[in-house]
């Protein structure tokens, strides 16, 4: 199948799991995980009808940013950033998914201040406590989106997540259904640069359950692309 098909198809059941929760399936927002895709591929995507594209590493946002400036892509930064490369990318993503740590909510809105611009983000849980991924517990994430209040040029815009793989994704729909709670939760604490707009959770392989447990931003890569091969890094 092409990329353009694979992306129909993923369009078809991401509107049929929104329907089955009572949703717009337009209030969804399909991210193409273009990491280790070439440029010409990633632009098949947007062409195929995705607007959205996600990267984990700055390098490679980096070089697709800079081939595909003559499309209208809105870049996603949905892997883990360190503090030394968010200089690179404050300008060119519209949306920081995994942000923390204070340390890099600090560098953050301190390389959006020297750029005059407000950086939009996204906090990350690591909900499953896997020691293997990145992100912040549930008892800590009341504290630390409070804290973000001292930063004028952060605007946090919702929660992201990476569900512990399973072969059943029925086996993790906890993890969406307790970060829809925390969401939630936090929609009300009404702090002054936080507007809960986005929960980023679901990926090729549990992306439907996510939709019906409350996400409206999903990570699609195997389901557009096809499968990977990823080289060690050296």
Sequence with gaps: MSIKENIDAVMEKVAAAAKR?????RDITVIGVSKTVDAQRAREAV?????????????????????????????????????????????????????????????INKRASRQNLTAHILIELNIGQEE??????????????????QFDNIKVLGLMTVAPYSENA?????????????????SSMNLKNTEMKYLSMGMTNDFEIAIEEGSNMVRIG????????YKEDK
């Design 21 to 25: 929760s009572g949703r717009d399936p």
């Design 47 to 107: 062409l195929g009808g995705l607007d959205s594209l996600g990267e984990n590493r700055v390098q490679e946002l980096v070089s697709k940013y800079e081939q595909m400036q003559d499309l209208n892509v809105k870049w996603h930064m949905i892997g883990h950033l360190q503090k030394n490369k968010v200089k690179y990318i404050i300008d060119k993503v519209r949306l920081i998914h995994s942000v923390e740590s204070p340390e890099l909510a600090e560098e």
């Design 132 to 149: 293997s991924k990145f992100g912040i517990d549930e008892d800590t994430v009341y504290d630390f989106v409070g804290s973000l209040e």
């Design 170 to 186: 029925e086996d993790v729909r906890w993890v969406f259904r307790k970060m829809k709670e925390i969401y939630e939760r936090i």
């Design 222 to 229: 195997t389901a557009v692309f096809g499968a990977r091969k």
